[in-house]
């Protein structure tokens, strides 16, 4: 009797996943999960907060990603929490191959992103939302070979994004644009600074116009600075991305991340995959 | 930096051109009657569905229903004036949140794919209707 008792409230819990897990935003409207841990597109920050909370909800969200480039290969697993659409706090580790070096540089990234304004959906300007992200390199050796001046950073960047309802021949077309202050090498997995210190305001951003409720289209820009003199140069991204419901949404994209580390051309694939509770 | 002008640039000519629609809204939904097939379907969804329907459960359907077509006619560009009481009079005091007033969006978008209208159209639709929402929510 005890047993039954048990595997009914067991069962009964399972089935209400659904309806705990937030659902209070519009599908596919939060976004994707970015390199960096937070809520984007794949390379660029965007204003959305990860997850289905609404405001008064919270919802926590886990990724992984996976970059594959001519040289190099990156790793990303992290999770997000979103209270009440206001906060977003993210965490990721990023795990960098590099064959050449028979190396592999693993970085941890800490992330708060704060909504100050709108809805990319409802507001009458653009949602508006400013972020820190926390950089630290586990081991520097490699960093402090190539010149950089310390191994761990944080990034600062404001971002605003739009989504447009019918606004291309009916279709949804969302843009967003952010501007960060960044002294990262190649993300910071080379290191802060150098011996250039080249710009620090950085512009980046994306556009994607939604076929289908569950599918979207885009590209994605992201500037670089060139602090070490090896060349780094800006990155682009052409994406897809399916969200076939609330709880997942896999990202598809080939990338142009150019000269890294004085190798160049590097092109590739990149997959990622967010889970909603 | 170039290549995000260009992007903007393209997105926005063809913004330009997707502006001169040869029929209005209310003509591609049939006019009157096509609405109010919407308008059925979407009271049938919200009559199914349990997070939202406290909030109509007093509500005159007959009242709503014929609102609702003449409201969404006159949106669309329809030959109809809508002499209702304003979204703010109707909702005040019903404190309707976020999570619920998207919900109802998406039950407006399942009554709008059961009555088969195209994507597009749903888009255009939707764009004429979300500026409704700070008349609608947390009043």
Known sequence: MYH???????????????????????????????IEGNAGGGIVPWAQLAGYASDDEFSINGFCSRADVTDYTLDVCGAQLNLFNRVEFSYAIQQFDVPAFNAQIEQN???????LYGDIVYSEWPQLSAGILHKSLDDGSIAQLVGAKSTSGTDFYLAASKLHLGAIAGYNWFWNLTTRYSEANELGLLGYGGESDSTRVLFEGSTALFLSRELAVGVEYRQKAN???????????????????????????????????????QTGWYFSVTGYW | MQNIALFLLCAGLLVGCANK?????????????????????????????????????????????????SHMCMLFEGPCEYRGDSMIAIHTGMNISEKDFNHVVDLLVNAMNEQNISYNVQNKILSKMAPLRGGIIKI
């Open chain 1, 227 to 265: 602090n070490l003199n090896l060349g780094e140069q800006d990155w682009k991204d052409v994406f897809v991305a399916w969200i076939p419901n609330k709880y997942v949404s896999i990202t598809a994209a080939y990338l142009d991340l150019g000269r890294i580390a004085g190798a160049n051309d």
């Open chain 2, 21 to 69: 629609p040869a029929l209005s809204l209310y003509q591609q939904l049939d006019g009157k009657a096509g609405i109010a097939k919407l308008v059925d379907s979407f009271i049938y969804q919200i009559g199914n569905d349990e997070q939202v329907f406290h909030y109509f459960e007093h509500a005159n359907i007959t009242h709503f229903r014929d609102g609702f077509i």
């Open chain 1, 4 to 34: 039954i008792k048990y595997w009914s409230v067991v069962a009964f819990c399972l089935m209400s996943l659904p309806c705990v897990a937030s659902s209070g935003k519009l599908l596919a409207t939060p976004g994707v999960s970015q």
């Open chain 1, 109 to 115: 990234i800490s992330g708060v992103k704060v909504r």
